[in-house]
Structure formats: structure tokens, C-alpha cells
């Protein structure tokens, strides 16, 4: 009689946890903003999707909204604490000014069965056909990833750039999405054929978890005259 007791309670508290044991979709950051682009630029960006939950989380679809497409993760079935990633490609052609889209993620998570992912960007006119003689700025880079670093860290990076035009080159503003980025240039002007740097300088006091910050650079290039940068980071605690 008693194994018997023991035997329906190991039964009873295996169907409780069992019951207890759900899947958990989360996401570090579940919104984007790419800052200015130009019309007719692709960019992209990748979620990380994690399951913090107790049990297999399984995503069914993903789901984009009008204007931009999501690759499917690389995995479909994650193990708690797994993680996967979820590209997405925007494509500005044909808009203008300020656009948000969302990206949806289907699961079993029986608490949030949708998961809505968001991007957001300012699209600026592209001048095609100037005349005459004009500056024309080319970046070595337009993204810098520094990885995983400590929070209280302070990265530096540096962007050399060239006036490939005929006239010379002048660069007006420089606006950063937040004071934890820093920006200095060599020259705010700089001759046909000659060459400038960008200093960059990111604080990571009181800050932490995956980081995405813009430079833009505002330009007399008609053509393209807003140059976006974008800093990537993931910053762990101080343990």
C-alpha cells in the first residue's frame, strides 16, 4: 500500500511540473531604428530570440509587414535557454520620409503566442543627376560591431573616409542617437582626393544588454548628402 502511495504521488508531481512547464519567447531588443537612409537603400538588421522558459519552445511562421522581408531562424525548436536569429531586409524604394514596420514571430508560447518585432527609419530624397562640379564622400565603413564588452568600458574606433568628387568636401553636422557616443573628425573639410578620419568613442557606464547607436554625418555631396553609421554592442554587468 505504501509503494503504492508513492508510486500515484511521483505520478501526481509529474503531471504538475509537466503541467507547469511552458515555453517563454523573449527578445533583447524587439525594436530597431536605422536613423536617416537614403531612398532605394536595403538595410538589414537581426533579432536574437531566446526561450526563457521551462519547456521546448517551438516558432511556427514569421510574418512581415508590407515593404520588408524576415528570413526564417535557424532554428525553428529551442531548448530552454536557446537561442536563435531572425534577419530582416527593408528595402526604401519608392518611400519616403518616416516608416515603421513590424516583423511577427508565431509560437507556442501560451502567454505570447505573437511576438511583434519593430524597425523604424527616416528615408531622405536621393539626388541622381547633379551637374557641374561636386564633392563626393566614400566611408571606409558604415558599421562597427565591438562585440561583447563590460558595462563602464569605453571603446574607440576610427573610419577613414575620401573626397572622391572634384570639389571639396564639407561636412556640416555630425548628430549621434545618444550622449554615450562621442564623434570628432580630423577636418570638416577635406579636398578633392584628399582624406579624413572619424574618431569614435562609445561610454558604456550604466548601460547593458545589446546596444545599437547611429552617427549621421550631413554632408554637402548631393548626391549623398546623410551618411549613417551604426554601432553595434553587447554589454554584459560588471560581475
Not at 27 to 45: A, Y
Amino acid at each position: 500500500m505504501k509503494k503504492l502511495f508513492i508510486a500515484l504521488f511521483l505520478i501526481a508531481v509529474s503531471v504538475l511540473n509537466a503541467q507547469q512547464s511552458v515555453p517563454k519567447i523573449t527578445s533583447t531588443n524587439t525594436e530597431h531604428n536605422f536613423g536617416e537612409i537614403l531612398e532605394g537603400q536595403v538595410v538589414s538588421h537581426t533579432y536574437e530570440i531566446m526561450n526563457t522558459g521551462t519547456a521546448d519552445l517551438k516558432i511556427d511562421k514569421i510574418q512581415a509587414s508590407c515593404g520588408c522581408t524576415a528570413a526564417q531562424p535557424a532554428k525553428k525548436l529551442l531548448k530552454p535557454g536557446e537561442k536563435t536569429t531572425i534577419k530582416v531586409e527593408f528595402d526604401s524604394s519608392n518611400r519616403m520620409g518616416f516608416q515603421q514596420k513590424y516583423v511577427y514571430v508565431f509560437s507556442n508560447d501560451p502567454d505570447m503566442p505573437q511576438l511583434r518585432l519593430s524597425f523604424s527609419a527616416l528615408i531622405v530624397e536621393r539626388i541622381t543627376n547633379p551637374t557641374g562640379k561636386f564633392p563626393k564622400m566614400k566611408l571606409e565603413k558604415n558599421q562597427i560591431d565591438f562585440g561583447t564588452i563590460e558595462e563602464g568600458t569605453i571603446k574607440l574606433a576610427k573610419i577613414n573616409f575620401q573626397n572622391v568628387g572634384s570639389s571639396t568636401l564639407e561636412i556640416t553636422d555630425i548628430k549621434t542617437t545618444c550622449d554615450c557616443t562621442a564623434a570628432l573628425l580630423s577636418s570638416k573639410k577635406v579636398g578633392p582626393g584628399e582624406s579624413g578620419t572619424l574618431r569614435i568613442e562609445l561610454d558604456t557606464t550604466d548601460r547593458s544588454g545589446k546596444l545599437t547607436r547611429t552617427i549621421l554625418l550631413v554632408t554637402n555631396d548631393p548626391t549623398e548628402p546623410r551618411h549613417v553609421i551604426t554601432l553595434f554592442a553587447n554589454i554584459e554587468k560588471k560581475k
